[in-house]
């Protein structure tokens, strides 16, 4: 069932949706049970078989989190990027889903899948790795993103149980442990777990307070969280042919990253103080905003019939510089390995072809 409401990027109407697509028309559903065709051989990313079936493109909302803050995650100092619901939902024509987003309040929007890690610490913090594109230097691949999210989970237990089911079902979820921190201040998670959605928001000085504990969690545990995507990003560029749930948790939080966290927590709670961010924490900033205008494009192409439904490539954008580029980016383990594989290739074909296009 299809939900309407206010949504996080425009719709666009048109009267002619095929005009200037880069895709063909829809192919015949699958009977596979996923909601990604599999991918056997290279020519199986070229379908030009006409089909005159249309279904209007739709936004289906999975689940809604109030009272969602997300930070950055960098090693010295986790940047706030947004407060607000946490949406996740996806797009799509019929039983066809082409994309599942994620989005925290109107400020940051990135995709959901297989290959990108979301890891639930205990009731109120998750955190997602998230690979891009990279932009700079010889060697190509991906640069990686890791969003620390905390909730304020009081009168939640409901909605958290959905968020983990829609989790596991679109994205590598694990749940892990954190070991050895009881008492130190800087890990303890009671004061989003005791928050509601209503307080946060009725209340600026306790929203300050949860936002500056959130930054302090993540900054401590940045090495592990760090430690952890590294690993995740070498498993999905080897293209395994399957979801192995075999990547721990990267340790122990280190007595010295504890003692330094609480230092931290307490010098960014004092009044008047203010934290520095850091030259490279404005590099991946940058990388935030553009893969929110990315997804955001996605989602505007896919509502407005510009991005026509498939599961398929057409040889033009196989073939267009935009695909090409971005073909050249990828491991051939990846274009082959897995559906979920198929799935990272699919959202970024679309996302260099509409981004090039720009």
């Not at 090693?75 to 039983?95: F, M, Q, Y």
């Not at 009081?154 to 070991?179: I, P």
């Not at 990253?257 to 991946?284: I, M, T, Y």
């Not at 057409?314 to 198929?342: C, H, Q, R, W, Y």
């Amino acid at each position: 069932m299809f939900f309407q409401q206010s949504s996080f990027y425009p719709r666009v109407d048109s009267t002619n949706p095929d005009a200037n697509s880069p895709f063909s028309n829809p192919a015949p559903s699958s009977s596979s049970s996923s909601i990604y065709p599999s991918v056997e051989t290279t020519e199986n990313l070229i379908w030009e078989e006409p089909n005159t079936t249309t279904e209007e493109a739709m936004e289906n909302v999975l689940v809604t989190v109030p009272g969602a803050i997300l930070h950055l995650i960098e090693k010295d100092s986790s940047v706030h990027l947004a407060s607000g619901d946490l949406t996740i939902s996806t797009l799509g024509e019929g039983d066809k889903v082409v994309a599942v987003l994620a989005c925290v309040g109107d400020q940051v929007q990135w995709p959901l899948a297989k290959d990108v890690s979301a890891v639930k610490l205990d009731e109120s913090h998750y955190f997602f790795t998230v690979q891009v594109p990279q932009e700079h230097g010889e060697e190509k691949g991906f640069e990686v993103l890791n969003y620390g999210l905390t909730v304020a989970a009081k009168g939640q237990e409901r909605v958290l149980r959905e968020l983990d089911e829609v989790l596991d079902k679109y994205s590598f979820l694990s749940k892990e442990k954190l070991k050895g921190v009881g008492g130190w201040e800087v890990l303890d998670g009671s004061v989003s777990t005791e928050t509601s959605p209503e307080e946060l928001q009725g209340s600026e000085e306790r929203k300050e307070v949860v936002e500056e504990r959130s930054g302090a969690y993540w900054t401590t545990l940045a090495p592990n969280v760090e430690d952890y995507s590294g690993s995740f990003a070498r498993w999905i560029a080897a293209g395994s042919g399957q979801v192995v749930r075999g990547i721990l948790w990267a340790g122990d939080v280190t007595v010295d990253r504890l003692k330094w966290g609480n230092d931290f927590l307490k010098k960014r709670l004092e009044p008047g103080s203010h934290s520095q961010v850091s030259p490279q924490a404005l590099e991946s900033i940058k990388r935030v905003k553009k893969l929110t205008k990315m997804s955001e494009k996605v989602a505007t192409g896919v509502l407005s019939g510009v991005v026509k439904v498939s599961g398929f490539f057409t040889s033009s954008v196989v073939n267009s510089k935009a695909g090409k580029k971005f073909f050249s980016l990828l491991p051939g383990e990846i274009v082959l390995a897995t559906m979920d594989g198929f799935s990272k290739l699919f959202i970024f074909v679309i996302i260099a072809v509409l981004w090039g296009s720009a």
